[in-house]
C-alpha cells in the first residue's frame, strides 16, 4: 500500500496537471468505487465543478473543488491516479475517468478494486471517509516527543504496531516503520511503554526526517510518472532494511533477519537493534 511519501509525490505530480481546470464530464465504469453518496449522486455533484486545489492527509488525497465540496480518495493497495490525453491507451482496471476542460482526463485504475472515493459537499460532516480519526501528521511542526510519549508511552504494544497507528500517527506503513526502527536503531518489538525520553526525542526527528528523505528520493517529473503508469517512481534502492531479509545489515554487515508482529512481517538488524 502507497504510504505518506508515495501519496505526497501522487499529489505533487497531479495537482499542477489538474488545478483551475473543470470538471466537465464523469464516467464510472465501477459504482462501488464511490462509497459516498451513490455514483450517479457523485457524477451529477461534481460535475461542471473546477478543482481548486489537492491536499494529502495521512494516505487520503482530497481534491478541493470551488463550490467547497471535496472529493476524498484513498488509492488501498493497487489504485493508481493518472493524468492522460482523452486518446490515451485506458488501463486495464480503470473505473473513473474524469474528463477536464483542457481535454485531459484524470482516470483512476485499480486493479484489487480496494480503493474508494467519496464526496463530502459543502457543509457536510464528513462520517463516511474516516479520515476524522486520523492522528498526527508527522510532518507538523507539533509532532514532538511529548506527543509521542503522552500517546503511546504506556502501551504494552510493539513500537513498530504503534508506529502504524493511523489514529497517532497518520501516513506510516509498514515499509516506513522498519526504516524508522532501523535508523533510531529501536528492535522492533520492543513495548513502547519500555521507551526512554531519549528514545521518544530521537523517534520524532527521525520520522519526519525519514519521511522526507524519501519524498525526495521519490520526486519524479510527469512526464515520467505517466510513461511508468505511476508505477515506477518508488524509492526500492533507498531502503536500507525494508524488503532485505538475509542481506547485510548496511552498517555492521549482520544478516537482517525478518519476524511477523502484529501480523505483518518486520525487517531489522539484530545486531544494530538489539
Known amino acids: 500500500m502507497p504510504e505518506l511519501p508515495e501519496i505526497e509525490t501522487i499529489k505533487s505530480v497531479i ?4 488545478q483551475g481546470l473543470t470538471i466537465e464530464n464523469v464516467l464510472i465504469n465501477r459504482p462501488e468505487v464511490i462509497a459516498h453518496p451513490t455514483a450517479d449522486e457523485f ?15 495521512g494516505k487520503f488525497l482530497i481534491i478541493n473543488l470551488n463550490n467547497q465540496s471535496k472529493i476524498i480518495l484513498h488509492l488501498r493497495m493497487t489504485g493508481c491516479l493518472l493524468v492522460t490525453p482523452s486518446d490515451y491507451q485506458m ?7 474524469m474528463q477536464l476542460s483542457n481535454r485531459m482526463e484524470l482516470r483512476f485504475s485499480d ?4 480503493g474508494r472515493f467519496w464526496l463530502i ?7 463516511y471517509s474516516g479520515i476524522e480519526k486520523l492522528g498526527k501528521e508527522p ?9 509521542l510519549s503522552a500517546r503511546l508511552g504506556k502501551r504494552k504494544k510493539a513500537i513498530k504496531e504503534c508506529l502504524m497507528e493511523q489514529s497517532v500517527i497518520t501516513g506510516i506503513g509498514n515499509i516506513y516503520s522498519d526504516e524508522i526502527l532501523f535508523t533510531a536503531r529501536i ?38 510518472y505517466l510513461e511508468t503508469k505511476g508505477q ?19 552498517i555492521c554487515r549482520t544478516k537482517l533477519c525478518c519476524m511477523v508482529i502484529g501480523g505483518r512481517s518486520s525487517t531489522f538488524c539484530p545486531h544494530c537493534q538489539s
Open 15 to 18: 495537482e499542477p496537471q489538474v
Open 43 to 57: 457524477c451529477k455533484e461534481v460535475t461542471g465543478q473546477a478543482i481548486s486545489a489537492m491536499v494529502r492527509r
Open 91 to 97: 488501463e486495464k482496471h480503470t473505473h473513473i475517468i
Open 111 to 114: 486493479t484489487r478494486r480496494f
Open 121 to 127: 459537499r459543502a457543509g457536510e460532516s464528513d462520517t
Open 139 to 147: 510532518l507538523a511542526m507539533d509532532f514532538t516527543a511529548e506527543y
Open 187 to 224: 528492535y522492533p518489538a520492543r513495548p513502547a511503554n519500555c521507551l526512554t525520553g531519549a528514545e521518544w526525542k530521537c523517534l520524532a526527528e527521525i520520522i519526519p526526517e525519514r519521511l522526507l528523505f524519501f519524498i525526495q528520493k521519490n520526486e519524479i517529473s510527469s512526464e515520467e
Open 232 to 250: 515506477d517512481y518508488r524509492n526500492t534502492p533507498f531502503l536500507q532494511v525494508y524488503g532485505h531479509e538475509g542481506e547485510p545489515c548496511p
